[in-house]
């Protein structure tokens, strides 16, 4: 059987499981906060290729072996391997996933408006939404010209049928049903990385097989036509700006690695799941793909300029014409799997960002989770179609993703900034968020136009956008102050929703993370509450940045306060984590809905007061998509200790 057709039956088998995804994950949304961010339940092994899905796409499947038939396979490796995995994901492993999972904000946006004001995160999300939408199109697109390449299929046809795949299961099922189908691709594709070198090595033999073969110069040091690319310069390619595009801007500033934090069961899963995530993607952007390049340059150094016509783009469909057709069609599943993976996922972040930024705040404020489900679903298949008819746009697809990425840079800059330093002024994000955005427009604009193309004359815009919208952050941030330079009054009569929350805070729900989801709000109404606690000298935070800053304890003053507010007897643990613990006890697993009429909290509340015993030693955890839940040694003194007393 020909390739193609083998490739048919692993299409069908693939659609047909990611359907049934859909329609199982279905019956796991009861809120909003399930559809977006899977209430918050995903464990770590599943984060890993979550997060791997994201980066394991149809796009670096086809720029990693560019890079070596351009530049070099040492090269090839920094670009995408150290710049992007090493780089990129490492340096959000330890900046920003664990803060971005405390500080309980769904989407970066909703953030923004934490950290600056409502201005700054109205701003960023229309941003986000053709950034998340330019990049959803362009992985399909993408996706479907390398199989119609290939087999011969129609791209129309292609693009129809895999978006009503991926709509059909993600509409249904929201974040679960990507985290679900990302865990499945994420085996299919990392199961690729051996099995194709393997393959390689079989057939051709170790790497002394593309040193005899390689046409020009050393394959170490140099491509296909014996030219490279440098080092440091702000012309692309080089591996200067892929350490500031790959390694920075793609990154820091995109809603989509932020929802895969909001969605994990804790701080320590969002820094371990990207930490190894990283690794994986290394493995196969860093070094199996680059080696790739190698082999197809040494194997058809005919098919390449100068000798040949075939682009360096190319290379990933020439291989494919010379493995064995079962072989070819596993490693063409596993392009159309990484496509789909990394389009859900973006799929989800420019969704999430329409209900929670956009619909939720200004139209249905005060809108419970489970009365948010329809209209997550609505919007969710309004953005699909969106971006499907983005794919039929000539030229569409490439537009917005040159402009996505141009834009994703300023935002990384504001995110950083507002991260680590206190004082970081909303003028100075609103200003530094917004010349830069205009800038790098402009930019792109006369790029795509040829009216005058500064790409070719100066370089790539990432740098020099950087520069300026750090530049005009600075200078801005002269003029405005933080909202966070607060002076300290005390103030002894508090509301009662300030009562409750600094009830919660004595108890040892200190997060930012905790208190938003007991409260069931937007975290930047949680986040006025302590602001306006923190005005009145009751709490105080840990530290002025990283996840201190999201910590809170109360002060002395504030004990005395709430002592004659709420008569609160000092215990190590309150009736709700107690109830739990005896719940856990006699064995019986965590139903929702049962705890939920017996503690009057939410399904999300529930799950932080249970985050909340795990991180004190309490309980562990365990369960692969679901948790499960076991009691300690030290959970059951306290429970004995307490029943004593």
């Known amino acids: 059987m020909a390739t193609a057709g083998i490739f048919a039956i692993f299409f069908a088998i ?110 960023i999300t229309l941003i986000t939404i053709v950034a998340m939408l330019g990049i959803t199109a362009n992985n399909v697109l993408s996706m479907a010209t390398i199989i119609s390449g290939f087999t011969g299929w129609s791209v129309q046809i292609t693009i129809l049928i895999t978006f009503a795949i991926f709509m059909f299961f993600t509409v249904l099922g929201g974040m679960w049903a990507v985290t679900l189908t990302d865990f499945i691709q994420g085996v299919l594709c990392t199961i690729a990385i051996p099995l194709l070198l393997v393959y390689l090595f079989v057939k051709y033999g170790g790497l002394s097989f593309v040193a005899e073969n390689w046409p020009s110069g050393s394959f170490w040091t140099t491509g296909i036509a014996g030219k490279t690319f440098p080092w440091f310069s702000i012309s692309y390619p080089s591996v200067l700006v892929a350490f500031f595009l790959y390694g920075m801007a793609l990154v820091w500033g995109s809603n989509s690695y932020w929802i895969r934090v909001s969605s994990v069961r804790s701080e320590r899963v969002a820094k371990y799941s990207y930490l190894w995530a990283a690794v994986i993607l290394f493995l196969a952007n860093g070094f199996m793909y680059p080696l790739l390049g190698a082999y197809v340059g040494a194997t058809n150094p005919g098919a390449f300029a100068p000798r040949g016509s075939a682009a360096p783009a190319a290379a990933f469909g020439i291989f494919l014409r010379s493995a064995p057709p079962v072989l070819a069609a596993y490693f063409l599943l596993t392009t159309m799997a990484a496509s789909v993976s990394t389009a859900t996922t973006y799929y989800m972040a420019g969704s999430s960002v329409i209900v929670r930024d956009l619909y939720q705040r200004f139209f249905k404020p005060n809108a419970k ?91 790539h815009m990432v740098i020099p956008g950087l520069i300026v919208s750090f530049a ?135 799950a932080t007061v249970i985050n909340s015993l795990v991180r004190r030693g309490y309980l562990k955890e365990g369960g692969l998509w679901r948790r499960k839940i076991s009691i300690t040694e030290k959970g059951l003194e306290v429970l004995l200790s307490l029943k004593k007393s």
């Open 14 to 123: 693939f659609g047909f499981v990611m359907v049934v995804v859909g329609w199982i994950t279905r019956k796991w949304i009861g809120r909003s906060t399930d559809y977006l961010v899977a209430g918050r339940q995903i464990n770590l092994i599943v984060n890993i290729l979550g997060v791997a899905a994201i980066g394991y796409a149809g796009t670096t499947l086809t720029l990693a072996p560019a890079f070596t038939l351009m530049g070099g396979l040492i090269k090839s490796i920094f670009m995408l391997g150290v710049a992007y995995s090493l780089t990129g994901i490492i340096s959000y492993a330890f900046l920003i996933a664990p803060v971005a999972r405390r500080t309980g904000a769904h989407t970066l946006p909703e953030w923004l408006e934490v950290r600056y004001n409502s201005k700054v995160r109205f701003v």
């Open 369 to 459: 989770p489970e009365q948010l489900v329809k209209p997550s679903m609505l919007f969710n298949t309004i953005f699909g179609i969106a971006s499907l008819l983005l794919c039929f746009f000539p030229g569409g697809p490439v537009y917005l993703f040159a402009f996505a990425t141009a834009w994703l840079a300023p935002v990384a800059v504001i995110v950083i900034l507002g991260f680590y330093s206190r004082r970081f002024s909303a003028t100075g994000a609103f200003a530094g968020g917004l010349v830069g955005l205009i800038f790098m427009s402009f930019w792109t604009l006369l790029d795509l136009t040829k009216i005058y193309p500064l790409s070719t004359k100066v370089g």
């Open 472 to 606: 005009a952050a600075i200078v801005a941030n002269f003029f405005g102050k933080s909202k966070y330079e607060i002076s300290v009054q005390k103030r002894d009569k508090l509301t009662d929703e300030e009562l409750k929350v600094l009830e919660l805070i004595y108890k040892g729900y200190n997060t930012m993370a905790e208190i938003t989801d007991l409260l069931d709000v937007d975290s930047s109404k949680s986040s006025d509450f302590i602001l306006s606690l923190e005005k009145a000298g009751v709490i105080e935070r840990l530290g002025n940045r990283g996840m201190n800053f999201y910590t809170f304890r109360v002060t002395e003053f504030g004990k005395n306060i709430l002592m004659r507010a709420k008569k609160i007897e000092t215990t190590e643990i309150d009736e709700v984590g107690l109830s739990l613990l005896e719940h856990v006890k006699e064995g019986k697993p965590i139903l929702a809905d049962e705890l939920s009429k017996k503690t009057g909290l939410n399904p999300m509340g529930l």
